[in-house]
DNA sequence: TTGTAGGCGTTATCAA
DNA sequence: TTGATAACGCCTACAA
């Protein structure tokens, strides 16, 4: 008998399995299974005698196992560019609160917006089993076995801050258009006229939003389009620095950069050049920090609820996992803006220092 | 012939299995294995055969089937306080970058510094089988039931950041008392006299450490030790700005602050009591960020090598996974004082703004 | 209510 | 070199 055989080895010091338990309670494995999982009342005195012999060898369930069994790993993939841009930090926090609460966990994969990388990622997830992918896409599409394989594996994909509608159009991303529109008018009512951007890769959903609010709310407030103010940027610091001087070397009197590492970047071009914000530029940035609001120049920044965002798409991601058939969906969050000094509002309106708006630091930021 | 059952439902959208591949192919799936996993010489033919099939049944093994019978996952757990921590992105950044060039992936967890929440972690991570486990250690010990399942399960941890002998002797962590030393000498010298501290947790290694290099710096500079200028934070925002107010209302001429959050919440503080750095206290801080150069106040920080800790950790803990059974080690990486003008460095020595020392920021930061 | 046996997709041991 | 076949640890019809 087979079974027996098994039973024989627990004086190796091993995790102990569901057999053992079975041994050690004198019941089968079915039984074990039943209590453990809640499942198939079992009779109370069985019960007892099991639960006392999974205390007694510590016995914790082996979920590769379990998942072998199930088909469900109970984990979720998360592919972002860079976890180490302070932008995604509180995503991934936001996703794995979600995750957590529902019984799942997070693998973590980096992809540097390249599209190897990303597909690579993707190819192992699917391998390991992943219930289910979050995604921050890159530019182009999968190689078509990749797309073969996601469809064969058939688990649901959530892309996170940008769209791609030929892999998923459940997506939950923030209003980029609406921001960026906000902050350049916002930059226009400080009395800017000549006013610069740099933006993010065009090519990605969310960077060509924020080239489009750019675009609308400099001819809602009826200014002048000028090409040479205009850069595009990768999201990352060098790509700002270098944009800062070329942008600057025109001298805008106002810039709208579209995430916080390029402004990070474009300041540091500002002091190379010797100019200063807000006195030669006024500035208004994306994603806002903590730490922004004590440091100088303030910067007024739009920002994107971060962690909501994380949140919103695991619990969608999740809902699909659970087998939601309903429509796709593409949820849109919406964005804050924080007006500080950059743009020399406070220069403007009041020389005191008390008028910064960010008493509100406490409550935000801090967790 | 049950095997031969099992082949009949290649028409169901379901992925390829290795017995699809062995039947569409004709071989047996000891063959297929063979080819997969390059072992055990495979003759020309049949390879090439069973290539084929791999090919247009766009086969990948099931890596939770694999890892079931192999007993390895190549999966390592990373628990840290909070992803959300501007410190740990880079940190998690290294390891996944060293995991991933060693065919390993992150299963991401936050502890929030709270044990009952790491035990969970922990026990989750044990159950679904990671080969290893990173971790930053809260300050209590596991319970005993914990401490078991770890022993049966019998799996390497590294530490990171922190030392818990209790737990493993293997540690990656900075040189937390010299940065401390260092941050004080250089206050010291720039002419305050009445240091402060906002220090973390005096529980966890690391924040002792830095307690102890500041009391010995404090000694060394023959400076009177004020308990009244001493306090302890939990490393988060909040903390700082309560600590702040607290400290500030001593009037203290130099503060050294043992990590950047903390520093956040103490200018904060000092924003609302009207006071000024360098102007009114000079100020050194833990952690070093590319936009700190750009800033003002242009903290003087100590930068401790946060990618380089968790490849470091990453490598080790992927060595012992591998069997290297060699003497536990701790091993500890150098910080670095950066020096910038929050001690009033540039205010005394020049006036001039091109005295700042991040030229370098284009080299450092900008990944 | 409880037990038996087969399946999940691989790897690995023995024979052939 | 290859092929059966038994693990790996769990779940779950189907039986009893």
Redesign the pocket.
Known sequence: ???L??MR?NKTT?????????HES?????????V??H?????????KRVEAAIRKLN????????S????RTHTIGMIVPDIANPFFPMVVRGAEDAAQRHGYNLLLCNSDDSLAKEEAAVELLLSKRVDGILLTKAAEDFRPSLRQMIKEVNIPFVLVMRTYPKLTKDAVITDDYQGAYDAVCHLARSGRRRIGLIGGPRKVSNALARWEGFHDALKAEGLRFEPELVIEGDYRIESGLRAGHALLSHRPDGIYVANHLMTVGLLQAAEEMGLRCPEDFGLVSFDDYPWLGVFRPRLTTVELPKHQLGIAAAELLIRRIAGDRSEAVVKKLQSELRVRESCGFALHVSRGRSENSDRSLEAKGLR
Do not use: C, W
């Open positions: 008998m087979a079974s055989e098994k080895r091993k995790a102990a399995s569901i057999y053992d338990v079975a004198d019941v089968s494995v079915f039984t074990v299974s039943a453990v999982n499942k198939s009342h079992v009779g109370e005195k069985l019960r016995y914790r369930p082996n979920l590769i196992a379990r072998l069994a199930n088909q």
